[in-house]
C-alpha cells in the first residue's frame, strides 16, 4: 500500500509542473488578446443574473443587478456562420434557422458592474439589438463565452480594454485544477 501512495505521488509531484503550461495558460493567451474576440451585432433574447447564491434572477431592471456574481445575456446572432463556431460545429450542421440557436454570453462581476453604472440596463430589453466583442472559446467547464466589450445606440457600456481586464482578474481567481 505504501508504494502505491509513494507511486501516485510522485507521478503528481513531477506532472505537477506541466500544469503551468496546460490549460489555465492557454485560455489564459487566449481570453485576455483582443485579437481572439469578434464583433457581432447581437439580439439579445433574455438577462438572467445570479446572485451570491448562484440563484438565477430575471429581473434585470433590478437595482440588485448591480452586486450580482454574474449574468448570462442570450443573444441570436445574425447568420449561421456567426453561430457555428459558437456551437463548434459546421455551417452545414446547422439545419435550422438562426432564431433557433441563441448563444450565451457570460458577463462577470466586474463588467456587470461598468454595464449597470453606465446605465446599460435602464436602456436595453428584450429584442434590443447591442453590439459586442464575444470570444468563442469556453473557460472552465461552463456553456457560456465572454464578453469583452458592449455597445448600444453608439454608446459604449463596457470598453474593450475593462472588459478584457475585468476577464483577466477572473481567471486568475478562478483557476481550473489543470
Same mark, same amino acid.
Given at each position: 500500500?505504501?508504494?502505491?501512495?509513494?507511486?501516485?505521488?510522485?507521478?503528481?509531484?513531477?506532472?505537477?509542473?506541466?500544469?503551468?503550461?496546460?490549460?489555465?495558460?492557454?485560455?489564459?493567451?487566449?481570453?485576455?488578446?483582443?485579437?481572439?474576440?469578434?464583433?457581432?451585432?447581437?439580439?439579445?433574447?433574455?438577462?438572467?443574473?445570479?446572485?451570491?447564491?448562484?440563484?438565477?434572477?430575471? *429581473?434585470?431592471?433590478?437595482?440588485?443587478?448591480?452586486?450580482?456574481? &454574474?449574468?448570462?445575456? @442570450?443573444? #441570436?446572432? =445574425? /447568420?449561421?456562420?456567426?453561430?457555428?463556431?459558437?456551437?463548434?460545429?459546421?455551417?452545414?450542421?446547422?439545419?435550422?434557422?438562426?432564431?433557433?440557436?441563441?448563444?450565451?454570453?457570460?458577463?462577470?462581476?466586474?463588467?456587470?458592474?461598468?454595464?449597470?453604472?453606465?446605465?446599460?440596463?435602464?436602456?436595453?430589453?428584450?429584442?434590443?439589438?447591442?453590439?459586442?466583442?464575444?470570444?468563442?472559446?469556453?473557460?472552465? *467547464?461552463?456553456?457560456?463565452?465572454?464578453?469583452?466589450?458592449?455597445? &448600444?445606440?453608439?454608446? @459604449?457600456? #463596457?470598453? =474593450? /480594454?475593462?472588459?478584457?481586464?475585468?476577464?483577466?482578474?477572473?481567471?486568475?481567481?478562478?483557476?481550473?485544477?489543470?
Amino acid at each position: 500500500m505504501k508504494k502505491i501512495i509513494s507511486l501516485v505521488l510522485s507521478i503528481f509531484f513531477l506532472l505537477s509542473p506541466l500544469t503551468s503550461c496546460g490549460y489555465n495558460s492557454i485560455m489564459y493567451e487566449h481570453l485576455t488578446d483582443a485579437s481572439n474576440y469578434q464583433e457581432y451585432s447581437a439580439q439579445i433574447v433574455d438577462i438572467t443574473y445570479y446572485d451570491k447564491d448562484h440563484t438565477p434572477r430575471e *429581473d434585470y431592471g433590478s437595482a440588485d443587478i448591480a452586486t450580482a456574481e &454574474y449574468v448570462i445575456i @442570450e443573444v #441570436l446572432l =445574425e /447568420s449561421k456562420e456567426e453561430i457555428a463556431p459558437f456551437y463548434g460545429v459546421s455551417v452545414d450542421n446547422l439545419p435550422k434557422d438562426c432564431s433557433e440557436y441563441p448563444v450565451s454570453l457570460k458577463i462577470d462581476s466586474d463588467s456587470n458592474k461598468a454595464l449597470y453604472t453606465n446605465g446599460f440596463y435602464n436602456v436595453v430589453k428584450e429584442d434590443t439589438e447591442i453590439t459586442l466583442k464575444a470570444s468563442n472559446w469556453i473557460y472552465m *467547464d461552463g456553456y457560456f463565452f465572454y464578453v469583452s466589450s458592449v455597445m &448600444y445606440d453608439g454608446v @459604449e457600456y #463596457l470598453s =474593450e /480594454s475593462d472588459g478584457l481586464s475585468n476577464i483577466e482578474k477572473m481567471i486568475k481567481k478562478n483557476r481550473s485544477l489543470i
